[in-house]
């Protein structure tokens, strides 16, 4: 591989990568800065019962789709979660694959079009990767018409972690995706394997002419960066329209990400946590031509679900301009406080009070908005208490 500098600068080859010394690296990132929680919340569950949860996208008519892992899609009006749509392609219940995350066309009004990600069985169903489709949603009848898949991850393989997938949409409405490594750390270092990668693609699947491997000759075309473990959480900054990522660690070492174009992010050669097995990375937490993270958590909360809190008519006024963080094994919600692209603190809200949090939106409404990781999710709506 190629790995070729956004800014036109050094290129450095994929072996060079692999034996490469810690001689010259980049800024490290920073860790735990915990404070004090400082504003009160309101909580209210809107809906319950949902089983295992995974992803939420509001439609304009302020309903809100609902993905659950196992395989249903669903929408919840007015806390009134709906019977199970039909129409959705062959999906794998397989340890943390199923169906995964959802977005809404820019063109939703005109359109009815959404985007979701699942973990697709091989056709013998005993492999499996990270796939994308595209639907028109019939909301009267309950059901996806004219399912597409425009996205498949070209290496299938048997086992049921780390399949991602976060679907963000950029302001040029082409489609950024988040894929894991499977569970096969080096997998993420092969340019040319979509496991442990963003990938960017058009609505119909089609590569951007932009990307940074669109020839095809040093990357898979659809890959915008690589060295991703288990990214499952992923924001577009506000206010510069770039992507940001959150990811899981081993042993420690979750972290925050923006990733560029043609950029390595490093995993599984560096990390500021630890492999399961006690053992350090090859290159410790930083290399000569590997991305740093913008923030990371040691020891691990586990992370998924990741929002900017930004809106014109912010209902919790204290947060507006953070970042959140939803936490699996540590069960809290994290506000991130931001100057610049620096997070300056961490404040740890909800703590032990809901559970494991899977996805953390900020709603058109101006609230945060959480699922829960159960086999009886609820959907909540936080707000300032006193809002």
């Keep these: 591989m190629k790995k070729l500098s956004p800014l036109g600068g050094s290129i450095v080859g994929f072996a060079a990568i692999i034996a490469v010394a810690t001689a010259t690296p980049g800024s490290a990132a920073q860790c735990c800065v915990e404070r004090p929680a400082a504003t009160s919340l309101k909580t209210e569950v809107v809906a ?40 959705l392609p062959a999906i794998g219940d397989v340890g943390q694959g199923g169906l995964l995350d959802i977005a809404i066309d820019p063109d939703f009004a005109e359109t009815q079009t959404i985007f979701f990600s699942f973990a697709e069985p091989s056709e013998d169903g005993g492999t499996y990767g990270t796939a994308v489709a595209r639907a028109r949603i019939d909301l009267a009848a309950g059901r996806l018409d004219d399912v597409t898949t425009i996205f498949t991850s070209n290496k ?48 119909d699947g089609s590569v951007p002419a932009d990307n ?24 577009i900054h506000p206010e510069t329209g770039e992507l940001w990522t959150l990811a899981h660690g081993a042993r420690g070492g979750d972290e925050i990400n923006k990733p560029e174009a043609g950029r390595n992010h490093g995993w599984p050669l560096i990390s500021y946590g630890e492999n399961y097995s006690g053992a350090p990375f090859a290159q410790g937490s930083e290399a000569e031509g590997l991305e740093q993270p913008i923030f990371y958590w040691d020891p691990s909360i586990a992370p998924s679900g990741f929002a900017f809190y930004s809106h014109p008519a912010p209902l919790i006024p204290d947060w507006q301009g953070s970042l959140l963080a939803g936490a699996l094994k540590a069960q809290y919600l994290s506000r991130l406080v931001l100057e610049g692209e620096t997070v300056v603190a961490e404040e740890r809200y909800l703590v032990d009070t809901f559970g494991r949090i899977r996805d953390v939106r900020t709603g058109p409404d101006g609230a945060v908005w959480l699922l ?8 909540i709506r936080v707000t300032q208490d006193g809002g």
């Design 48 to 87: 319950s019962g949902l089983e295992e949860p995974w992803g939420m996208a509001f439609l304009p008519d302020g309903s809100i789709l609902v993905t659950e892992r196992p395989g249903a899609l669903r929408r919840v009006v007015d806390g009134v979660v709906s019977e199970p749509f039909s129409g």
């Design 156 to 203: 299938k393989s048997s086992g049921g972690r780390h399949f991602g997938s976060r679907i963000r949409i950029a302001a040029d409405k082409t489609l950024f995706v988040t894929l894991g490594e499977r569970g096969s750390q080096m997998r993420a270092q092969d340019p040319f394997d979509h496991a442990g990668s963003v990938i960017r693609i058009n609505r």
């Design 212 to 235: 940074p491997f669109a020839d095809g000759r040093d990357a898979a075309p659809e890959i915008w960066s690589i060295g991703h473990r288990n990214p499952q959480g992923a924001a």
């Design 372 to 379: 829960t990781d159960a086999t009886s999710g609820e959907l």
